[in-house]
């Protein structure tokens, strides 16, 4: 099989103006345009990087999956939790999981993880591989 290329992600959204303060201001996605369908982000993770499509498509509803639908991967995870918290973000937390002040969970690897939501709901994680 041939390389398939850039991923691009999906995610339900309800309201365009709620998810665009989300996903722009609150975590630093590149807004590129809206298509009508979707709103259409990108990941910059460093500069001069095309980085990920992210499109945020508009649906009436949405039902959030009990589970991560998007995550990026950290160099620092205190520090970005820390971030996402001072801007009103929380992680979080999982009653089968012990998680440390910060809210960040290390899996027996040794890979550390802080899971939150965006406004509908849907689960988003950071992840620090060991």
């Known amino acids: ?30 807004f590129v345009t809206d298509d009508g369908f979707a709103l259409v982000f990108r990941s910059s993770p460093s500069p001069g990087d095309p980085g990920n499509m992210v499109r945020l498509a508009r649906l009436p509803s949405v039902t959030p999956a009990p ?9 620092s995870i205190e520090d970005d939790v820390k971030a996402l ?14 998680h440390d002040d910060l809210g960040i969970w290390t899996a ?12 509908d709901g849907n689960v988003l994680s ?5």
């Open 1 to 30: 099989m041939a390389a398939l290329g850039k991923l691009i992600g999906f995610i339900p959204i309800t309201d365009a103006d709620r998810a665009t303060v989300f996903y722009r201001d609150v975590l630093g996605l590149d």
């Open 67 to 75: 589970f991560t639908i998007l995550g990026w991967e950290t160099a």
């Open 85 to 98: 918290t001072a801007k009103g973000v929380d992680c979080s937390r999982f009653d089968f999981l012990e």
């Open 108 to 119: 027996p690897g040794g890979d550390r993880i802080a899971w939150f939501t965006d406004p």
């Open 126 to 130: 950071l992840s620090q591989h060991a």
